[in-house]
C-alpha cells in the first residue's frame, strides 16, 4: 500500500517552529532555583524582544543578507542591539524572499533610543544609500515587540 506525501509546512508554522526551536538556545536561562520552577512574570523593566520579518524585493534576498552581514550587524552592535539570531525560511514560497531575525534590549526604552541612534547614523545612511542605488532592498518589513511570558525559559 502506497502512502500519500505529506503535504508542506506553512511558512509562518516553519518560521515559528524554528524559532520554538533556537530561541531558547540563544538566550539566557533564568531558572528559579529556591523552588525550580520559572521565574517571575516580566517586570516593566525586564528584557524585551523585536521579531522583525523583511520581505525582499524580488531578486534582492542575497543583497540584502550581505548589507546584514557586512554593516547592519556591526551597526547594531554599536547602538546596543543585541542579535539573537537570523532566519530564513527552509520551505515553501517565502524562502526565497523572507529574512527573519530577533533583537533584544534591556526595555522598551532601550530599544527606541537604539533604532533611533542607528536610523540617524551616517554610516547607515550612506551604507543604505549605496546599497540601494537600483533599489529598494525591501518590499516589506514587520515589526512585533515582544516581552516574555510569565512561564517563559528566557528572559
Known sequence: MATEPTPPLKPKLCIGLALACLFPLACTVHPDSASNRMAKPASANERIFELRTYTASPGKLDALNAR????????????????????????????????????????????????????????????????????????????????????????
Open 68 to 155: 546584514f552581514r557586512e554593516h547592519t550587524n556591526a551597526l547594531f552592535e554599536k547602538h546596543g542591539m543585541t542579535v539573537i539570531g537570523f532566519f530564513t525560511p527552509l520551505e515553501g514560497d517565502r524562502r526565497n524572499d523572507t529574512l527573519v531575525y530577533i533583537l533584544a534590549f534591556p526595555d522598551r526604552a532601550a530599544r527606541d533610543a537604539s533604532w533611533k541612534a542607528f536610523r540617524d547614523d551616517p554610516e547607515w545612511v550612506r551604507v543604505k544609500a549605496e546599497s540601494e542605488v537600483n533599489g529598494s532592498l525591501t518590499v516589506k518589513i514587520e515589526s512585533v515587540v515582544l516581552g516574555p511570558t510569565d512561564y517563559s525559559p528566557i528572559r
